[in-house]
């Protein structure tokens, strides 16, 4: 069965530093993605970065990059330069190998709530 | 603009009192899912569909039904509610793209059971 870990529940960051929020999963399957989303207080589901697990590089979106280290089945998000917009809930998730039924069914993680302070 | 749509985005109901939330993406995607969002659980999905009239349990499915009739609309039934039911509601759609995938989630649904 797959499993995501987040065990940082919440992180206080001042603003412009970067931020490095822990993500660990595991699987025994050898395909796989696996994504960051925001959830600010609104709400809503922010679609961040997504990592598949054949990428040679780790992804990159803007000030979000995923820190993709396949051996230690880690994922971890770094957010460069945080601004204070960046204050939110923030979740891991996993997604099954293709080509089988229900495949892209997400597991998501507890979460980790990230405070970046003025 | 690329987006999936959840009505209604909050709602108080009396337990027994049978409702619908729909979904609706415009994005074309094949793949569509319902989640649930409770505290200390992060989300959990509820049903999924691979396609029109192709549905399936997720890990939560008891006291829900879905139906895909049409691509575009996915939407999440309570026959009954009841106040274990009270949460946050997800849909999700994704198709593949051309570098990776992208899945995108509606605004959410704020469920109160009384």
């Known amino acids: 069965a797959q499993k995501i870990t987040q065990t940082q529940p919440g992180m206080f960051v001042q603003e412009k530093e970067a931020v490095t929020l822990d993500c660990t999963y595991d699987t025994s399957d050898p395909s796989y993605g696996l994504f960051w989303y925001k959830q600010p207080s609104s709400g809503e589901m922010i679609f961040l970065i997504y990592q598949g697990s054949y990428d040679q590089q780790n992804a990159t979106e803007g000030r979000y990059s995923l820190n993709f280290q396949k051996a230690r089945k880690s994922a971890n998000l770094v957010i460069s330069a945080s601004q204070l917009g960046d204050s939110a809930m923030y979740f891991c998730?996993?997604?099954?190998?293709?080509?089988?039924?229900?495949?892209?069914?997400?597991?998501f993680g507890q979460g980790t709530r990230l405070t970046i302070n003025p | 603009e690329a987006q999936v749509t959840q009505n209604p985005r909050y709602l108080i109901t009396v337990t027994g009192k049978k409702l619908t939330v729909t979904c609706s993406q415009n994005?074309?995607?094949?793949?569509m899912s319902w989640y649930r969002q409770d505290p200390g659980l992060g989300l959990r999905q509820i049903y999924y569909s691979m396609n029109v009239e192709v549905t399936d349990k997720g890990d939560v499915p008891e006291g829900y039904k879905v139906s895909r009739k049409e691509k575009r609309n996915f939407p999440l039934i309570l026959e009954s509610p009841s106040p274990n039911q009270t949460s946050l509601y997800f849909c999700?759609?994704?198709?593949w793209g051309g570098g990776g995938e992208t899945q995108y989630f509606g605004p959410g649904t704020r469920l109160l059971v009384l």
């Open positions: 998730a996993m997604r099954g190998p293709d080509l089988i039924q229900g495949a892209q069914k997400l597991v």
């Open positions: 999700a759609s994704s198709s």
């Open positions: 994005m074309n995607h094949e793949y």
